[in-house]
């Protein structure tokens, strides 16, 4: 039983290495504002377009900024959930011997 446990984490921490690796991207303004996040939902960087910047208010490049930052962690999220699902169906695959099934 503890070496399920421990292939669990060990498989828990691939899944984290594997999310590392992936890249989302929320866009606002047709892309004139666009957010990179990883699939641990850490955003990596963000872009503005210098055209747009240069006529933007503030209040309106904040908004803008929230959306493109919510759409990548939506994105993120999502990735993170497929992962961790295709990783608990695989667990619980090889864990059906454990309870005498």
Known sequence: ???????AQQKAGEVKKR??????????????ISVT?????QIQSVNI???FFKDA????????L???????LEQAENVSQSEMTAMTKD??????????K
């Open 1 to 7: 039983m503890f070496d399920k446990l421990f292939e």
């Open 19 to 32: 999310l590392d690796a992936v890249t989302v991207t929320g866009t606002a303004e047709g892309g004139k």
């Open 37 to 41: 996040a990883n699939g641990n939902k």
């Open 49 to 51: 377009d210098d055209a």
């Open 57 to 64: 208010d503030k209040e309106e490049l904040e908004e803008l």
């Open 66 to 72: 929230l959306v493109a930052i919510n759409k990548a």
């Open 91 to 100: 667990m619980l695959g090889g864990m059906g011997n454990l309870f005498g």
